[in-house]
């Protein structure tokens, strides 16, 4: 399971895993030491919790980081372009202007 959600409350925590205890609608984990929540369909988990009233958490949602917590490498090689200056038109408001020919 690659997203998760995240309590900084141990008595939210308990009553959120007992509403996905009564809907059990999507799969989940819980890792009670941590006060989080695991599930492939995450938005289904959230849907539930706001639907019961619970809002305070925070998502993680496996496509914003690897487990690892490091960049791709595409993603690396991105960030330093970017810092260095070298972008695409649209990052920078940039055109073609300089390249054309003048008489």
Same mark, same amino acid.
């Given at each position: 399971?690659?997203?998760s959600?995240?309590?900084?409350?141990?008595?939210?925590?308990?009553?959120?895993?007992t509403?996905?205890?009564?809907?059990?609608?999507?799969?989940?984990?819980?890792?009670?030491?941590?006060?989080?929540?695991?599930?492939?369909?995450i938005?289904?988990?959230?849907?539930?919790?706001?639907?019961?009233?619970?809002?305070?958490?925070?998502?993680?949602?496996?496509?914003?980081?690897?487990?690892?917590?490091?960049?791709? =490498?595409?993603?690396?090689?991105?960030?330093?372009?970017?810092?260095?200056?070298?972008?695409? =038109?649209?990052?920078?408001?940039?055109?073609?202007?300089?390249?054309?020919?003048?008489?």
């Amino acid at each position: 399971m690659n997203s998760s959600i995240t309590f900084d409350d141990k008595g939210l925590f308990d009553i959120a895993v007992t509403a996905l205890e009564i809907d059990a609608t999507p799969q989940y984990d819980i890792d009670a030491s941590s006060l989080m929540i695991y599930s492939d369909d995450i938005d289904g988990v959230v849907d539930i919790l706001h639907s019961n009233g619970i809002f305070k958490f925070s998502v993680y949602r496996g496509s914003e980081m690897r487990e690892d917590n490091f960049m791709s =490498d595409v993603e690396a090689d991105a960030d330093a372009l970017a810092s260095a200056g070298y972008g695409t =038109d649209e990052d920078y408001g940039g055109s073609n202007d300089q390249y054309e020919d003048y008489e």
